[in-house]
């Protein structure tokens, strides 16, 4: 029996080549389109869960009374709350960011700049699950020990066995020898959490190897740099411990600074708010979802289609059933045949489906940015609602289809009565509706994202960005000869004809500040005002110079106020928002006023014009900007063109000038346009889902006008000879699929309008949604619509009016 329905199924297909090979295309354009994002969401959902301890893992943050959070706390209060509280099983602090340096083989001594490399605790291997490939997790509880990723290993030893072999890193702690003990499998997209090297925390225990560096100290309770993860005993309560832990902080505390520990389940880390942190990778659970979404909608038009062209080509059929009915066939028999061609449709559908995922892979991988494949719906639960999803479509379309042609009265049918039946017409007005609704959403979402993207890469940062360097400062020297070179290294830039200007500092616009910090009052302070975080820069005499920031009172650090030791300084510049954050009412009022910081009194001797030091996603902090004469950075401002002589020229001075440094460099308009890839990404999605659906949308369009002009063939005949014209005949059959699309238009505007003030209110710097955006998704909408008709309708005009009455 199933054979024969394939039979038959298969013989109306070939029967109805125009229909069948659009909803072929279009279910699988559709399928193909669920894939690929079901693959991203996979992947976005899979990130950190193959840690075996994930359900007992819980990330500690501090949060401020504002309910802003960050992962960096003192080192020193893990090992003390384990000994504690019986529920924490075990601890495993690392940080990000504290370790950046310049890495050494002994051997040959090639230096790298190493930016993806951090200091962990002895049981970083055994705490989270990263595969080992040689060495035991344990060494790395050893001082000077350091773990490197199968590609450093590779990078530093080619094809020599690392271990055993010795590296220097030279960061801000000196110069410090490791030992090899253990390799480890790259960590991929799938962790948060991404070293090329792990060197041993143990190893910051000695005083000897900090450089004077206190702060870093591991039992301290002064310096919040480190992350730290708990791993809790079965069925222990975290919410519990969180109360306990937070006590324990204020018998501890100096003073009440109104921050709290929340610890945060490790599960949850990756897709939960940014938290403006150090590891590599967060993801956005509402990008997670509207991708999710989009899927699901553009699959939705593609079932519409087949609904839309089985229910109108459901009359050529009406005889058909009428036969079948008279000679005995069931109801059952009938339902099960037309669900037989509807499995046989969506099988071909998922079959080219499957052709094109497989196809166009690299492309996908290439659009996104990251590595997904198909393996992936298999490493998280997000597959089984897929595959639901489509089965459960597939049934339902097919289901809808086939009993509605089951239905049909024999004796009415067989009469040709069925003909004028308007029954299903609603429906088929109601889908066509719906898929451009869903069109029109996309058109819209695509358009303000786009514009959101551009306000951002076109606004004004305040500062000069154009032909902006930045090159990585030294960090391989004796001490003693450094200052020296560097003062050397300074004087010859300022020789070179192509450098407009020249600076040094701590932290540079586009990247982060030095560190945050409260403790800030002035003598008109409000109770807690204290505790109000501040970002701070530590920066030389020409850094406003360089990026051409200007004064709006008072003046600049000078040279000797920068080459004050950090204790003896008595100088800052604030900032526009930190002057307002202080509670000042004007800038000269400041000036003014001494602002005191902890226990230590600063005087205020310029303030400076706000401006965008990180991305514009995220409104101006308030700055404190401090004289120090750090070289972590050098700013130099080029003249234009030509730029490969001058970098030439740049890297031959700065290697004579610091010996065994790599010469490192980046700019900074490039660095800011970073900020945005996830933006830049998603809009790329947008824009191909956007596209897709307009095309599977107007794949059922033109299937439904063709059947359109099929079935008044002889009307327009008629017609015709008594005179229409074909704009005439065009406007006959368009203006009824357009005025579909309006009421989609007039449907979709307000419904896509909440869901983007939504989108845009995570930005501190937005686009206003302004009326144009809508009337060129109305007119876009409208042009494809009409193309996509007008292509069937003017060929029906065109047509000799004697063929279609030939035969009456």
């Excluded at 303000?448 to 000069?464: A, E, F, H, K, T």
Aim: negative net charge; glycine residues 8%.
């Amino acid at each position: 029996m199933l054979l024969n329905y394939l039979k038959i199924a298969y013989r109306n297909l070939i029967r109805n080549r125009v229909f069948s090979l659009i909803n072929i295309v279009g279910l699988g354009l559709g399928i193909a389109a669920f894939v690929f994002i079901l693959e991203y969401v996979s992947l976005e959902k899979s990130v950190n869960q193959f840690h075996a301890n994930l359900p007992q893992m819980y990330r500690v943050l501090n949060e401020d009374i504002e309910g802003n959070s960050w992962p960096e706390i003192v080192p020193g209060f893990a090992p003390l709350a384990q000994e504690k509280f019986p529920e924490i099983k075990e601890y495993c602090r690392f940080e990000e960011g504290v370790a950046q340096g310049v890495v050494q083989n002994v051997a040959d001594n090639v230096p790298f700049r190493e930016m993806d490399i951090g200091y962990a605790e002895g049981n970083f291997f055994s705490f989270f699950s990263f595969p080992l490939l040689h060495g035991q997790a344990a060494s790395l509880a050893q001082p000077n020990v350091v773990f490197l990723s199968e590609s450093a290993a590779h990078k530093y030893f080619a094809d020599d066995d690392p271990m055993g072999k010795l590296l220097v890193l030279n960061n801000q702690f000196g110069k410090t020898t490791y030992t090899v003990k253990g390799t480890y499998a790259d960590m991929t997209d799938q962790s948060d959490i991404r070293y090329d090297m792990v060197f041993s925390l143990e190893t910051l225990r000695n005083p000897a190897n900090l450089n004077t560096n206190d702060w870093a100290n591991l039992d301290n309770f002064d310096s919040e740099y480190i992350n730290t993860f708990l791993l809790l005993k079965e069925n222990a309560d975290y919410r519990k411990l969180e109360a306990k832990i937070n006590a324990l902080r204020q018998e501890v505390a100096e003073e009440d600074t109104g921050v709290k520990f929340r610890l945060q389940p490790a599960a949850t880390i990756h897709l939960a708010a940014s938290l403006n942190e150090s590891l590599q990778t967060t993801g956005n659970i509402k990008y997670v979802y509207m991708l999710a979404g989009i899927a699901l909608l553009i699959l939705l038009i593609a079932w519409f289609n087949y609904v839309n062209l089985s229910t109108a080509n459901s009359l050529k059929r009406a005889g058909e059933v009428g036969v079948r009915k008279s000679v005995g066939a069931t109801q059952g028999n009938l339902i099960g045949q037309f669900l037989s061609e509807s499995l046989l449709t969506n099988l071909l559908g998922f079959g080219l489906a499957l052709v094109l995922v497989v196809s166009m892979q690299p492309f996908f991988v290439a659009l996104i940015g990251k590595d997904v494949s198909l393996e992936m719906l298999g490493e998280t639960p997000v597959w089984a609602y897929g595959l639901g999803m489509l089965l459960a479509g597939t049934l339902l379309s097919g289901f809808y289809t086939a009993w509605m042609l089951s239905n049909f009265e024999p004796i009415e049918t067989l009469k040709g009565k069925v003909t004028t039946n308007t029954k299903g017409i609603w429906l088929r007005k109601g889908l066509v509706v719906g898929q451009f609704v869903i069109s029109t959403c996309l058109i819209l979402a695509t358009i303000v994202i786009y514009s959101q993207l551009q306000y951002m890469q076109n606004m004004d940062l305040g500062i000069q960005s154009e032909q902006m360097l930045v090159v990585q400062g030294p960090q391989i020297g004796q001490d003693s000869a450094i200052a020296i070179r560097k003062s050397a290294f300074a004087g010859a830039l300022a020789q070179e004809s192509f450098v407009e200007e020249y600076g040094t500092s701590g932290s540079v616009p586009g990247r982060y500040y030095n560190f945050k910090t409260s403790g800030f009052t002035q003598p008109g302070s409000r109770p807690k005002d204290e505790l109000k975080a501040y970002a701070f820069a530590l920066i030389g005499d020409r850094y406003l110079k360089t990026y051409g920031i200007p004064l709006v009172a008072g003046r600049n650090f000078t040279p000797q106020e920068v080459a004050v030791e950090w204790n003896d300084n008595s100088k800052v510049l604030l900032n526009e928002r930190a002057v307002a954050e202080l509670g000042f009412r004007s800038p000269e009022e400041a000036l003014r006023t001494k602002v005191k910081w902890d226990e230590r009194y600063l005087d205020v001797i310029g303030v400076v014009a706000d401006y965008h030091h990180t991305s514009v996603q995220n409104s101006i902090d308030p700055i404190i900007f401090y004289p120090q004469n750090s070289t972590s950075y050098y700013s130099i401002r080029l003249t234009p063109d030509r730029m490969g002589e001058k970098m030439a020229t740049l890297e031959k001075l700065y290697k004579s000038s610091f010996p065994g440094n790599p010469f490192e460099y980046f700019f900074v308009d490039e660095n800011y346009q970073k900020a945005y890839a996830e933006e830049r990404q998603y809009s790329q999605l947008f824009t191909v889902a956007s596209i897709l659906a307009i095309f599977i949308a107007c794949l059922g369009l033109f299937g439904l006008a063709t059947f359109t002009v099929e079935s008044r063939t002889k009307e327009i005949g008629v017609r015709k000879v008594l005179g229409a014209s074909v704009t005439s005949i065009v406007t006959l059959l368009s203006k009824d699929f357009l005025k579909l699309v309006g009421v989609a238009i007039l449907v979709a505007s307000p419904v896509a309008a909440y869901f983007l003030k939504q989108w845009l209110q995570d930005f501190a710097y937005r686009i206003d949604i302004e009326w144009w955006v809508y009337g060129l998704a109305a007119v876009l909408a409208v042009s494809i619509a009409f193309i996509t008709v007008g292509y069937q309708s003017i060929k029906a005009g065109l047509m000799n009016p004697v063929d279609s009455l030939r035969s009456e």
